[in-house]
């Protein structure tokens, strides 16, 4: 009878023992099948991000045109597009970080950019979206019609500081330039005054075409320089070595202050990027292009 009790305790004992083990392997499962799940549904979620949205980020120069690209894509094909205009600079460093799929800049990517993006796996690869002349502007009453690549070097360098110096009234030069981040001041410095160079320092910084557009619209004595697009009958343009930026002079270069506007992607686009970023070519992106003030190719 105590034999029997005691395989009797065994055999319960052992039951339960196993039937605690089958549980917890039946939980282990049941968690593991559960991560395996959402697993999927978060590489799918970002798989339906990467291809169902863009995110541009750069230049303000840039900036109209990539809205302008951005709503037309996003009607056709229903994909969505974000545009952040935080600078040329950022916008480099958004692509090497991975933070955005398009990078916009008003200047080629400097060497110690591509560098950097190749230290982290980034391949940068550029398209020129449009052509750009950087007009040099001032107040619509300033009596000053054109002005040399050399008398600009010397105004923002500060060896000429009075406009009677170049044939306009006696008032001292208020020059206006951009932030050092700005791709449009990084194209003017190489395309008037040299790299590496000065700028004087009493010029007044402006975050933004538009910003520059205001304050040369609104002080007689002042000079800046503005992507072709952002010009309105606010400010007056004036001549570069005697040459006017049209969509004549700075398609065929004659224009001494042109430039190209990049998108820059990392690696060849494919898919919907690469639709994106081929829109300057079609016949729509053309119209949106001259629409906007800017030149095609």
Partial sequence: MLAQMK???????????????????????????????????????????????????????VG????????????????????????????AKSLINGSCTIATMSRAMKAAEIAAARQKGVNPVASVVALDGLAMVVHPANPVRSLTKAQISSIYRGSITNWREVGGPNARIVVIQRESNSGTEESFKELVIGKGVAIIGSAETQSSNGSVKSRVS????????????????????????????????????????SRPLYFYTNGQPSGVVKQFVDLPKSPEGKRMITELGFINR
Wanted: hydrophobic content about 45%.
């Fill in 7 to 61: 395989f009797h305790s065994y055999t319960v004992a052992a039951y339960l023992a196993f039937n605690f083990k089958r549980k917890r392997i039946e939980t282990m499962i049941k968690k593991f099948l559960l991560l395996v799940v959402l697993l999927a549904v978060s590489l799918s979620a970002t798989a339906g991000a990467a291809v169902g949205t863009l995110v541009l980020d750069g230049s303000t120069t």
């Fill in 64 to 91: 109209p045109l990539a809205k302008t690209f951005a709503a037309y894509f996003t009607k056709k094909y229903g994909v969505r597009v974000t545009v952040s205009e935080s600078g040329s600079g950022n916008g």
């Fill in 218 to 257: 609104t002080t007689l004595s002042a000079i800046g320089f503005l992507g072709h697009g952002f010009v309105d009958g606010s400010v007056k343009v004036i001549a570069v070595n005697g040459i006017l930026p049209t969509v004549t002079t700075v398609k065929n270069g004659t224009y001494p202050v």
